[in-house]
């Protein structure tokens, strides 16, 4: 069955820190999506993607970035971790404008 | 500036009784709502949305109403059944425009199902 993954699902990092976290579906969808859970805050869009080498700064993309070098990889990469970026990242994808989005179980970030 | 808003935090409902779930929206442009269920410690799933051409639309259990001129929608669950225990989350795009896929989330709703 087609799938979105993330990994990892749990992650512990010290502050000023390099992370990576990995979204990977087999759905051959075209659009990515990354976006970070925080009490109060519901869910908010921090980077996005409509297509290989298409990157796109959501709402919240500051001390983020992606790249999509394939249909199926999305990686969040987090350029110096900060405290105020420990929460629960989610990747989501849809096919086209008209499908919903499909999310990933959630990476939970804690940066010491 | 929440452009998403659900203004109740939590709610709690009886088995078998009806559960209604807010959202209030301010984006004149949104054109497509959507209704989705988290579970603690996973991953939230589509649950059901409708299009701004409707003003209702049914699956099973659950019913979505969209009220434009107020820029209001709600969740119908009946009858509420405790598996519905959950948080909430309303979300809209603006698929008029350049066909963006966008989502802008509300900040969610906890559903309390009693037995």
């Known amino acids: 069955d087609a799938e979105i993954t993330q990994s990892p699902r749990h992650k512990i990092t010290e502050t000023g820190r390099q992370v990576t976290l990995a979204c990977h579906q087999t759905w051959n969808h075209n659009n990515m999506f990354w976006y970070r859970q925080d009490l109060g805050h519901g869910l908010r869009l921090i980077h996005y993607s409509y297509g290989v080498h298409d990157t796109n700064k959501g709402e919240v993309s500051d001390g983020y970035s992606v790249s999509r070098s394939n249909t199926e990889d999305l990686p969040l990469t987090l350029e110096s971790a900060a405290s105020s970026q420990t929460s629960v990242y989610f990747c989501?994808?849809?096919?086209?404008?008209?499908?919903?989005?499909?999310f990933g179980p959630g990476t939970r970030l804690l940066v010491l | 500036d929440q452009q998403v808003k659900q203004n109740s935090p939590s709610l709690s409902v009886q088995e078998g009784r009806i559960s209604i779930l807010n959202c209030d929206y301010t984006?004149?442009?949104?054109?497509?709502f959507l209704w989705y269920k988290k579970y603690p410690a996973e991953g939230p799933t589509f649950l059901i949305s409708i299009s701004s051409i409707k003003d209702k639309n049914e699956d099973g259990r659950f019913t979505v109403f969209l009220n434009k001129s107020a820029k209001h929608l709600s969740l119908h669950i009946v009858p509420s059944q405790p598996g519905d225990s959950a948080v909430y989350f309303c979300a809209a795009s603006a698929l008029g425009q350049g066909g963006s896929e966008k989502l802008v989330f509300g900040k969610g709703t906890k559903l309390t199902v009693n037995p």
């Open positions: 989501a994808s849809s096919g086209d404008r008209t499908e919903t989005q499909y």
């Open positions: 984006n004149s442009m949104f054109d497509y």
